[in-house]
């Protein structure tokens, strides 16, 4: 069974951080390249990060550059994101993915993050 189940999120405070880690089942995540997105109330869902499977190069929204850090560790098949100096408009629920080439192949079920004093 394939599944990918992500963890780690909550309510924070704003400047707060917070690292939401997501666990891969079923596969091996190692030729996948491994991805965070997320979806606020009302707002259509976003590329958070991504990095490759080969390399571990990243990329990042604009919105979260400097801010946020996305990891892998295929020992462990899981995939993380380190999240700093949170902001409120970060508030959203946050989704890993692994994908085969540009194909979006496997979602997890999200984890709520909440930014709020």
């Known amino acids: 069974q394939v599944q990918l189940v992500e963890s780690g999120g909550g309510l924070v405070q704003p400047g707060g951080s917070r690292r939401l880690s997501c666990a891969a089942s079923g596969f091996t995540t190692s030729t996948y390249g491994r991805g965070w997105h997320r979806q606020a109330p009302g707002k259509e869902r976003e590329l958070v990060a991504g990095?490759?499977?080969?390399?571990?190069?990243?990329n990042y929204a604009d919105s979260v550059k400097g801010r946020f850090t996305i990891s892998r560790d295929n020992a462990k098949n899981a995939v993380y994101l380190q999240m700093n100096s949170l902001k409120p408009e970060d508030t959203a629920v946050y989704y890993c993915n692994a994908l085969q080439g540009s194909y979006s192949r496997y979602w997890g079920q999200g984890t709520q993050v909440t930014v709020s004093s």
């Open positions: 990095i490759t499977s080969v390399g571990g190069k990243t």
